[in-house]
């Protein structure tokens, strides 16, 4: 599956965006999904996960309430709404696919998933 990440851009504190990933293939709904952040100088950190139907959803701790993950099999595309954006969270943001279930690995971890889009940069200013 090839992925492709946007949305991104330049807001200001307090502001929302929504964030979109397309995927290639017919086979979306087989996917995992997940998107993690990268800000400058930082490891690539965890921000929200979907499973494939859909019907449960993880967040990493500090971003519960604000930012809401998504998806629409029908259309391909997985979604990251977020409000009240700061300053801190800016970042390049990726979306990844995992097309398994990895026993003993954290849907949390890179390590999960096996597909990786771009990245679309989100600057928050204060």
């Known amino acids: 599956v090839q992925l492709q990440a946007s949305g991104g851009g330049l807001v200001q504190a307090g502001d929302s965006l929504r964030l979109s990933c397309a995927a290639s293939?017919?086979?979306?709904?087989?996917?995992?999904m997940g998107w993690f952040r990268q800000a400058p100088g930082k490891e690539r950190e965890f921000v929200a996960a979907?499973?494939?139907?859909?019907?449960?959803?993880h967040y990493a701790d500090s971003l519960k309430g604000r930012f809401t993950i998504s998806r629409d099999n029908a259309k391909n595309a997985v979604y990251l709404q977020m409000n009240n954006l700061k300053p801190e969270d800016t970042a390049v943001y990726y979306c990844?696919?995992?097309?398994?279930?990895?026993?003993?690995?954290?849907?949390?971890?890179?390590?999960?998933?096996?597909?990786w889009g771009r990245g679309t940069l989100v600057t928050v200013s204060s």
């Open positions: 990844a696919a995992a097309a398994k279930v990895s026993v003993g690995v954290l849907v949390t971890t890179t390590a999960y998933y096996d597909y």
């Open positions: 293939g017919r086979t979306f709904m087989s996917y995992f």
């Open positions: 979907i499973t494939r139907g859909g019907g449960s959803t």
